[in-house]
T-cell receptor
Framework: RKEVEQDPGPFNVPEGATVAFNCTYS??????FFWYRQDCRKEPKLLMS???SGNEDGRFTAQLNRASQYISLLIRDSKLSDSATYLCVVDSSYKLIFGSGTRLLVRP | SAVISQKPSRDICQRGTSLTIQCQVD?????MFWYRQQPGQSLTLIATANQGSEATYESGFVIDKFPISRPNLTFSTLTVSNMSPEDSSIYLCSADPGLAGRTDTQYFGPGTRLTVL
């Protein structure tokens, strides 16, 4: 079993739609959780950290469920510029483990 | 945060040769990392490079193949030695911006796209 699992997608949604991505992780001792965004042929960029209480940054909401070892990212009012691959990232034994990413395509 | 630059941005190399990739951070950081990303796949950690100590390699990666230097708190190099076509990949360096300790946040350089013929 992979340490971090994500649905690869692609999720193909119209502009303005709400889309949610899920991620599960296997190490119950993990303490830090992140969502990164990676555009085609670019490096990953930190989108947001994920806190136990859930956190929001504009149109983006991240939630963590420790009991189920599950992380989610919700994007509201999707923009064309949101098209990218979203990487779920979890710390494990003092290093970060990257999921394989979920690809989002936002169409006009 | 940290701003990271890498060079070269891309290279095409002959098998059997070696390439050294440089990574520069705009601030002092304790922990730097080297990753590989194969086309269409996620990032795989090669090694962690802390200043003043030997790099720590992940399973499947060895120092003879991927020697790493970390001469100071803002700079690191990764060498891909005796290259074969299987080494064709994007190599990314990253840094945890914490100086006194880990923050677990990492910022990435733009990557080096390597093609081995």
């Amino acid at each position: 079993r992979k340490e971090v699992e994500q649905d690869p997608g692609p999720f193909n949604v119209p502009e303005g739609a709400t889309v949610a991505f899920n991620c599960t992780y296997s190490n119950s001792a993990s303490q830090s959780f992140f969502w990164y965004r990676q555009d085609c042929r670019k490096e990953p960029k930190l989108l947001m950290s994920v806190y136990s209480s859930g956190n929001e940054d504009g149109r983006f909401t991240a939630q963590l469920n420790r009991a189920s070892q599950y992380i989610s990212l919700l994007i509201r009012d999707s923009k064309l510029s949101d098209s990218a691959t979203y990487l779920c990232v979890v710390d494990s034994s003092y290093k970060l483990i990257f999921g394989s990413g979920t690809r989002l395509l936002v169409r006009p | 945060s940290a701003v990271i630059s890498q060079k070269p941005s891309r290279d095409i190399c002959q098998r059997g040769t070696s390439l050294t990739i440089q990574c520069q951070v705009d601030s002092q950081v304790t922990m730097m990392f080297w990753y590989r990303q194969q086309p269409g796949q996620s990032l795989t950690l090669i090694a962690t490079a802390n200043q003043g100590s030997e790099a720590t390699y992940e399973s499947g990666f060895v120092i003879d193949k991927f020697p790493i230097s970390r001469p100071n708190l803002t700079f690191s190099t990764l060498t891909v030695s005796n290259m074969s076509p299987e080494d064709s990949s994007i190599y990314l360096c990253s840094a945890d911006p914490g100086l006194a300790g880990r923050t677990d946040t990492q910022y990435f350089g733009p990557g080096t796209r390597l093609t081995v013929l």
